[in-house]
């Protein structure tokens, strides 16, 4: 299957503030009053677009189906919190098991960017490519029995790296000696080609 994976024309907007987000009507019914306050004129092509997404939003789910529009980065977090859960002992840590045989999603031929989220005033994400990365789906059983798949990246090419990254220093071994692999924390980003 072919599929565009381009930018969308409506890109270079970004969330609002939670506060400023929930301050805006956002109905059908207010759609008068939003466009007013964005400035958007009434029967303009941003206006029509803006119509059809609030009457997908306001539309019944399917049976099958649980839907949020997120008008907020702290929104869909919300969102994908309350459908994903949280760790129900509220420790940040947990034993895992291996459950299984991780399955390969993308070689080391294949290029794979990793987006890890960082502290800063506002969201930014540290996104890298290394080559010689592998990807894998693996799967794991908590000591709660609570399952997971987690994805975990090997890197097959550790020559460059600085001697002082603290996977080596776990590790005892020596950059370019052999293969690193890590499990990616739940909020990492991983884009990858087949």
Partial sequence: MRIRL???TTDSTSFLPS???KSIPFSTADLHSTLSHFSIKPKSKLA????ETLQLCEAPALKSEVKHCATSLE???DFAVSKLGTNKKNSPFKWYTVAGTAKEVSNAKATTVNCHPQTYAYLTYYCHSLKGTRTYVV???GDDGTKAEVVAVCHTDTSEWDPKHISFQMLHVRPGTGT???TMEEDTIVWMTS
């Fill in 75 to 77: 929104s869909m977090v």
């Fill in 180 to 182: 690193i692999c890590h």
């Fill in 6 to 8: 381009s930018k969308r």
């Fill in 48 to 51: 029509l677009l803006m119509q």
């Fill in 139 to 141: 799967p794991f059983v």
């Fill in 19 to 21: 506060n400023e987000a």
